[in-house]
Nanobody
C-alpha cells in the first residue's frame, strides 16, 4: 500500500525558507516521477513541482526560481526547498506520484507564511 509522510512545515516570515521532506513507502520509489502539490484554504489542490525518475525537475510558474525539488532514491524521499517565501505560499503541502495521484494522499504538512 502506497504511503506518503510529509514533514518540515511550519510558520515562517515572508522571505524565509523551509525544507519539506516526504518519505514514500509501498512502491519502487526510483521507478516513479514524484511531485509536490499544495492546497490553500478554500482552494483546489494545485501542482507545485515535479521531478522525473532521472531527477529532471519542472516547476509551476508561481514558484519557479524560488523552490527546488530533489529526490534521494536511497532514502525513498523527495524534498522541496522553499526560499523567498511569500504569504501566498501558505497552504498544506503534499507529495504524490506524477502524473497519477490515484493512490491516495498523506496528511500533508502545513506551511504558513506570515509576519
Amino acid at each position: 500500500q502506497l504511503q506518503f509522510v510529509e514533514s518540515g512545515g511550519g510558520l515562517v516570515q515572508p522571505g524565509g525558507s523551509l525544507l519539506l521532506a516526504c518519505g514514500v513507502s509501498g512502491v519502487i520509489f526510483n521507478a516513479y516521477n514524484m511531485a509536490w502539490y499544495r492546497q490553500a484554504p478554500g482552494e483546489e489542490r494545485e501542482f507545485v513541482a515535479r521531478i522525473s525518475t532521472n531527477s529532471n525537475p519542472r516547476y509551476a510558474g508561481s514558484v519557479k526560481g524560488r523552490f527546488t525539488i530533489s529526490r534521494d532514491n536511497a532514502k525513498n524521499t523527495v524534498y522541496l526547498q522553499m526560499n523567498s517565501l511569500k504569504p501566498e505560499d501558505t497552504a498544506v503541502y503534499y507529495c504524490n506520484t506524477y502524473p497519477n495521484t490515484d493512490n491516495g494522499w498523506g496528511q500533508g504538512t502545513q506551511v504558513t507564511v506570515s509576519s
